[in-house]
């Protein structure tokens, strides 16, 4: 199948006037401090554990049953796990060689869910993943029994899909390849994934159809995002990193009512972007990490950056302390709502309103009890407003690394995900709950 790219859009360097002051109202607030008690099996980044290092979680809500419901997750070389409510692993998917001639043995990094994609003629809810090592996307069709199916996820991915990214095997040898995803579902029989690009700013659509049975993807569109800013002292910025990458992205998430993409730019911050791509409405920077606009130098030996004047305050915001991570969006009522995102430098998680100018609300972190460890360098999330399991009023379900414990072998590289009730973030933060189906479009 021909796969169409379309014309690539460029912002290059954003000005001054762009750069919005940053939200105010949490300076000076310390983050609430919300618990949790449940956490899943520990990974390690090893060859004994399989290479499994977590990253990025979803959440799958069962439309009948709550208690079947599930927690997607990918290990990067580890593949993915599957896990129920009570944080119970379900089933082990390694990384394999994906459906193609020239295909390597994957490397999973982002994962959402998409509802009702029709297949062999009948809606089925999928997995959709990014795979950095074959820079490209790969579907898992979920069972509709849920926690209860013998083999809950199955791969469906069409044979011999398009690099989204590269034009070639060596080129994706690279590894600038798909990263960050997430699913926009804009109207019923219509999905579409949103994939970023390791070590560069772009940002890529797909739409998803079935290819012989099976599910691909056509119709590619790419924007690339600003990579230097012009700050109000008349100064060009330029986030540091080692030689040849750019400020990337990696979490997204979709507003499925607006069509409203939320970006986090790991060094730069919070971006809100109309889908579809291209449709010629300027993104908006909502929020910016603590240390934008500081110059720093990269310093080959050390492999870090230092700031050119250890004094600067910058032009940075509130809330994110880079890296800005993983984001995810609350609905609620209308247009009302929450967008999440982790700031993983400082090991919080910062929240905007979903309506209007998204307005930062404030800050938490995770602190674990019961046997269970603190959230730590937290990379991706997952919310839903909805029921699942015991989780009444909503779950929240983000990575740990490092998982800490006294049965985690400090030695080696551990990671896991934590599962955080909805009802406690809401308590500590003066939130909303709203537990009604409607409000997320891709359950009616």
């Not at 690539?8 to 954003?14: D, N, P, Q």
């Not at 019923?188 to 940002?203: K, L």
Request: charged share 25%.
């Amino acid at each position: 199948m021909t796969h169409t790219l379309n014309a690539l859009v460029t912002l290059g360097a954003v000005v001054a006037a762009l750069l919005a002051s940053p939200h105010a109202g949490a300076a000076t607030t310390r983050p609430a401090v919300v618990t949790t008690d449940n956490e899943t099996p520990v990974l390690y980044d090893d060859e004994a554990g399989g290479n499994a290092s977590g990253d990025d979680p979803a959440i799958w809500v069962h439309p009948a049953d709550s208690r079947k419901s599930m927690v997607i997750v990918t290990a990067k070389e580890g593949g993915l796990r599957v896990y129920d409510m009570g944080s119970r692993e379900l089933q082990s998917l390694p990384a394999t060689e994906a459906p193609r001639v020239d295909g390597a043995v994957g490397r999973y990094n982002n994962v959402d869910i998409s509802y009702g994609v029709r297949l062999a003629g009948r809606p089925v809810d999928v997995a959709v993943v990014s795979d950095r090592y074959n820079d490209q996307i790969r579907f898992f069709a979920i069972d509709p029994a849920g926690a209860t199916a013998h083999t809950p996820l199955t791969e469906v991915t069409a044979a011999d899909q398009s690099f989204l990214f590269n034009p070639d095997r060596q080129t994706v040898d690279e590894e600038r390849t798909a990263y960050g995803l997430a699913v926009w579902q804009p109207r019923p029989g219509e999905t579409y994934a949103v994939v970023t690009q390791e070590g560069t700013t772009t940002i890529a659509t797909a739409r998803i159809v079935e290819i012989g049975g099976k599910l691909g993807y056509t119709d590619v569109r790419k924007l690339s995002m600003p990579s230097s800013f012009r700050l109000p002292d008349g100064t060009t910025w330029v986030p540091c990193a080692e030689p040849g990458v750019l400020p990337q992205l990696e979490g997204v998430a979709v507003d499925q009512s607006s069509g409203v993409l939320y970006a986090a730019q790991e060094d730069v911050g919070l971006w809100r972007l109309q889908l579809p791509l291209g449709s010629g409405s300027q993104p908006k920077l909502l929020d910016r990490v603590r240390d934008f606009g500081i110059h720093d130098v990269y310093d080959s030996e050390t492999e870090e950056c230092e700031p050119v004047d250890p004094n600067s305050r910058g032009y940075g915001g509130n809330l994110l302390t880079a890296d800005a991570e993983g984001v995810d969006i609350y609905y609620g009522p209308g247009a009302t709502g929450y967008v999440l995102v982790s700031s993983q430098g400082d090991d919080t998680f910062a929240i905007y309103r979903r309506q209007g100018a998204n307005k930062a609300v404030g800050s938490f972190r995770v602190t674990g009890v019961d046997g269970v460890d603190d959230i730590n360098g937290s990379d991706g999330l997952a919310v839903t407003n909805r029921p699942v399991g015991g989780y009444r009023q909503g779950l929240l379900v983000t990575h740990d690394e490092p998982e800490t414990g006294a049965d985690v072998d400090d030695e080696r590289d551990a990671t896991n995900f934590s599962y955080v009730s909805w009802d406690d973030v809401a308590r500590a933060m003066s939130l909303a709950v709203d537990t009604r189906a409607g409000n997320d479009p891709r359950f009616r």
